[in-house]
Structure formats: structure tokens, C-alpha cells
């Protein structure tokens, strides 16, 4: 355990475990509600912000919060119109957030180091303050689905059953899209942009394979997104990698690994 | 004389500019057991979910237990099962128990926490419906005819008045299906639940129900029950009444 005499390493590890707690929480609502794409949409939008700050010159992760919490609310105002076509307010807004972002990065010229940090994810570049402002959005996000998880749950299972029961479906469906855009913002420093939606979804797929029940569902996700991230970063601790990619492609191994002992144990059993 | 516990007036819908519900008005009292029937695409279906406040009509007022239904707020007194209410999403993960808890919400509220009398009142519905046993297994997983029972007990958790259902005996068999009326005769009678139930279903119709309403060119229509009926009932299982029903 050499690697946590180092602060960078345990800024990384709190950073890595905060995120195997919301990604898969937030994702398990994500992926039963059939929006699995709002992660990616959220990240680019986040991408624009950050190449916001950069432009402006004020802290990138205010700028990804600013973008993907108006992305989020676009997202849920568009689906209004599209009634029956919710991805396609997703698709709409992942667009206009990739034009945007491109747009922002030329214009800062910001096509650098940093930038790439953000895509890729970073260990060393988690700063005291970035755990400061992952720290306080991951307990809002924690607390929050806490709270309202009777209400999650019901709109996900059947959004008109909530909505007769008295549940306030449309600010609720507002706020849950806005705290998916948190929890992207508060993962991305470390697992990137680019990978970020596979550990909304990724993890919630592996727990599907085996949960018996909606509470065990998010229990062993969360379960199956630490240990992809303790061992993802590990691993990119000593062989100098990018610690989005091993944390993403461990939680597809762990995936797969699930899938391959269920089949296994079903030809047992049958 | 009782005073209706829902009561439409005059309600006008129409989709996309074409007529559905044209100045229809219905009126549900305390103890009824009410049939809605009508041809397909006659407007049962949205006359119920008007009735419930999932689709606001263009002109009428609905009134619920008294109150206009813009400002009703005690949405557990109502249930409503939903036509293909077992057309959901059969992979998620949840189970019999969960489902059910989901519509405890009217008695919790918002962020409220479940307690143990919550919890005994789901074994309770849930040993109401023969489905106890199945608490623990995911939805997704049983018959047609059990979800349809545990769409059925998480409607009563939250103890309503009045129970609408839109064609709940639809993919049941004939076994099932008694077994579904004697449940809603159980409902009626001991637990004094008001039920609306839209079916197509006129054979066990006449057996159980108090009064019908027929909708037709957008209106509503009560049918007495009895010799009206048979002739109704012979109608309608040659599949013709739709069309030459004379209102
Ligand atoms: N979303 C919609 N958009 C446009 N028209 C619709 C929509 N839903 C229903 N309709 C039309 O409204 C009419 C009434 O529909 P409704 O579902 O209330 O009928 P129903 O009496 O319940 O029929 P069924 O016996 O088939 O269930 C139908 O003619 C249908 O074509
Ligand atoms: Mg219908």
C-alpha cells in the first residue's frame, strides 16, 4: 500500500470511491428508465464548460456544472415534445453540446494537456479543492436519491402510476436529470469524460444479471463499480495509465465475468 | 339520496381536433359496481383517465369526493388500473413487495419513511389478492393473471374509495377470471369499495355489476340492468351492438 503515502493517491482513492457510490445509484435509475445516452450527453455538454473556463479563465469544474445542469434541464424540456421519443431530446442536446464544445475548445485554443486530462481522467490531477467540490456534490447526490428513492423508484417503474399517486413527476423528473449532471461533473476529474457514461451503465448491467430485487440491484452495483475502481486505479497507479480507461474496461470484465458464471452455474443447475 | 362520490359533467376531448367525448357526463355513488362498455376506440379509456386527472378535458368539470379536481389533493382514495397495466417493462428488477410499497406514497408523502403499519398493510393487500406468497419474487417473473393481482394490491394499499379498471380481465383465463370477480365482489361488498371497471366482457357482466354505462358517439349512456341487458348481451356477442345501438 505504498501508493496512499502519496496525497495525489489518496485524493484519487476518496475521489474513486465517492464515484463508485453515485455513478451506480443514479446510473440504476438511468439504465431502467431507458436513458442510458444522458450520460454521454451530460459529458459533452460538461465539455463545453470546461473549455468555458478555460476560455474565461475561471475554474473549469464551475463551467462543467453550469453547462450540464442547463443541458439536463434542456433534455427534460425537450421531451415534452417528444412525448414517446425521449432519446431523441437526448440525441438533440448531445449534438448542440458537441458543436459547442468544439466551438469552445478552438476558440480557447485550449487543445492541451489540461483538456486532455479532463477526457481521459487523471489521478495526479485531482486537486484539494476539485475533492472539496466532489466531496459536497456527491453527499447532496447521495442524500438526495436517500430521500426520494420511493419516489425514484415509482416514476421509473411506472410514471403514470407516480403521477396519479399525487408524486410531483415533472419537477422530480427536472431534479433527478439535474443531479445525473452532477454526478458527472463530480466523476469526470477522475474517470474522463469520455468514459464517464459507462460507469452510469456499465455497472448497473452487471448487477441486472444477478439482483433479485430493486434494492439489491443498486446495492451490488455500487459493490461492482468499487471494486472496478480500487483495482482500476491500482493498476493505473503502477503502470502509468490513464485511470478512466482500466476503471471502465475492469467494470466490462467484471460484466462479462458475471454473465459468463451465471451461464455457467444455470448449465449446472439445468 | 347519496351524493355521487365522482361526478363528470358535460366533458368534451377530442385528439389532434377529431371528436372523442362529446358532452358526456357520468355520475359514480358510494357502493356502485359499474361497467363501462362500447365499442373499441369509443372513449372508455379516456373517460377513465379523466376521471382519475391524467388528462385534463377541453371543456366539463370533474368533480372528485366533492372537491373540483384541480384542487383535489387525497389522490389515495382513488385507484386505477391501467388497460395493458401488465405491458411493463418485464427485466426490471423489482419485486412483488417493492411494487406494491411504491404506492404507499399517498399515505407517506413526499420523503415521508415507511413505517411497520405501512408494512403490515402491504402482507395485508397482498394477502387480500393470494399473491403473500409471491412478495419476494421479481414482477417481471409471474403470470399475466398474478401481475394482474399485484397491480390490483398495489392499488389497495393506499386504501382508496373507488377502484377504476380498464379492462383488467383481458389475457385471463376462464379460472382466473372467477376468481377476479369474486375478488371484486369481495372488494364491493366487505371492504365497501366503489368499483368502475371498463371491460368487453358482457357474460360476467350482468352476474356482478349494478349498473352499466355504454359509451357511444361520445356520449355516455346507462343501461338498466336485467331484461335491457339480454338483449344487450345478445348484441353484443354477435359483435354488432357497437354499430346499431340505438341511443
Ligand atoms: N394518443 C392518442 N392520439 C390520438 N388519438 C388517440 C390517442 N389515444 C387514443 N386516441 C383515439 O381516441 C379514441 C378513444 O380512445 P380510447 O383509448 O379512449 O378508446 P377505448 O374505448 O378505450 O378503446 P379500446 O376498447 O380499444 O380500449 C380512439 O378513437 C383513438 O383512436
Ligand atoms: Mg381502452
Redesign the pocket.
Given at each position: 500500500m505504498e501508493m496512499l503515502q502519496y496525497d495525489f493517491m489518496q485524493r484519487a482513492f476518496v475521489a474513486g470511491i465517492l464515484i463508485s457510490i453515485i455513478c451506480p445509484i443514479i446510473g440504476t435509475f438511468v439504465v431502467l428508465r431507458r436513458l442510458s445516452m444522458i450520460g454521454d450527453t451530460l459529458s459533452h455538454a460538461s465539455l463545453a464548460g470546461i473549455a468555458a473556463g478555460m476560455l474565461g479563465n475561471f475554474y473549469p469544474l464551475w463551467g462543467a456544472m453550469i453547462f450540464s445542469v442547463a443541458a439536463a434541464i434542456g433534455v427534460e424540456k425537450l421531451r415534452k415534445n417528444f412525448s414517446q421519443y425521449a432519446e431523441l431530446s437526448i440525441s438533440i442536446v448531445l449534438s448542440a453540446s458537441i458543436g459547442l464544445a468544439v466551438l469552445m475548445i478552438s476558440l480557447a485554443d485550449s487543445f492541451n494537456a489540461d483538456l486532455m486530462s479532463f477526457l481521459f481522467g487523471s489521478i495526479i490531477a485531482v486537486t484539494g479543492r476539485d475533492i472539496i467540490i466532489m466531496a459536497g456534490t456527491s453527499i447532496f447526490i447521495i442524500v438526495s436519491v436517500l430521500l426520494l428513492y420511493k419516489e425514484l423508484l415509482y416514476i421509473a417503474f411506472d410514471e403514470e402510476g407516480a403521477a396519479l399517486a399525487g408524486i410531483p413527476t415533472e419537477t422530480l423528473n427536472i431534479f433527478f436529470t439535474v443531479l445525473t449532471a452532477l454526478t458527472i461533473v463530480a466523476a469526470m476529474r477522475v474517470v474522463g469524460i469520455l468514459m464517464i457514461s459507462s460507469m452510469l451503465v456499465v455497472p448497473v448491467a452487471a448487477s441486472m444479471q444477478i439482483s433479485k430485487s430493486f434494492k439489491s440491484t443498486m446495492i451490488n452495483s455500487v459493490i461492482f463499480a468499487f471494486l472496478a475502481v480500487v483495482l482500476g486505479l491500482t493498476i493505473s497507479y503502477y503502470f502509468n495509465l490513464a485511470p478512466g480507461g482500466a476503471i471502465v474496461v475492469l467494470s466490462v470484465v467484471i460484466l462479462l465475468l458475471v454473465i459468463g458464471t451465471k451461464k455457467y452455474i444455470l448449465k449446472r443447475i439445468v | 339520496m347519496k351524493s355521487p362520490i365522482i361526478e363528470a359533467k358535460n366533458i368534451n376531448?377530442d385528439?389532434?381536433g377529431?371528436s372523442?367525448?362529446n358532452d358526456a357526463s357520468l355520475e359514480i355513488y358510494p357502493g356502485d359496481f359499474m361497467a363501462i362498455i362500447?365499442?373499441?376506440?369509443?372513449?372508455?379509456?379516456?373517460?377513465?383517465?379523466i376521471c382519475t386527472g391524467l388528462m385534463k378535458p377541453r371543456q366539463g368539470s370533474v368533480t372528485l369526493f366533492g372537491k373540483d379536481i384541480n384542487k383535489f389533493k387525497e389522490w389515495g382514495r382513488i385507484g386505477y388500473i391501467p388497460?395493458k397495466a401488465t405491458s411493463f417493462n418485464q427485466g426490471f428488477p423489482a419485486t412483488v413487495e417493492e411494487v406494491v410499497k411504491a404506492n404507499l406514497y399517498s399515505r407517506v408523502g413526499l420523503m415521508g419513511r415507511v413505517n411497520k403499519q405501512h408494512i403490515e398493510k402491504v402482507q395485508e393487500v397482498l394477502d387480500l389478492v393470494g399473491m403473500l406468497d409471491f412478495k419476494d419474487r421479481l414482477i417481471g417473473r409471474l403470470s399475466g393473471g398474478q401481475q394482474q393481482r399485484v397491480f390490483i394490491a398495489k392499488a389497495l394499499v393506499s386504501s382508496p374509495e373507488i377502484l377504476f379498471m380498464?379492462?383488467p380481465t383481458t389475457g385471463i383465463d376462464a379460472n382466473s377470471e372467477k376468481d377476479f370477480y369474486a375478488l371484486m365482489d369481495d372488494l364491493n361488498k366487505e371492504q365497501n369499495i366503489t368499483i368502475v371497471m371498463?371491460t368487453?366482457d358482457i357474460g360476467a357482466v350482468s352476474k356482478n355489476i349494478s349498473r352499466v354505462i355504454c359509451?357511444s358517439r361520445g356520449k355516455a349512456h346507462e343501461h338498466g340492468c336485467g331484461v335491457d341487458m339480454a338483449g344487450l348481451n345478445e348484441l353484443y356477442g354477435h359483435d354488432v351492438a357497437p354499430l346499431i345501438h340505438n341511443h
Open positions: - | 376531448f385528439y389532434e377529431r372523442i367525448l362500447g365499442p373499441n376506440g369509443s372513449g372508455k379509456s379516456t373517460l377513465m383517465k388497460q380498464d379492462e371498463v368487453h359509451l
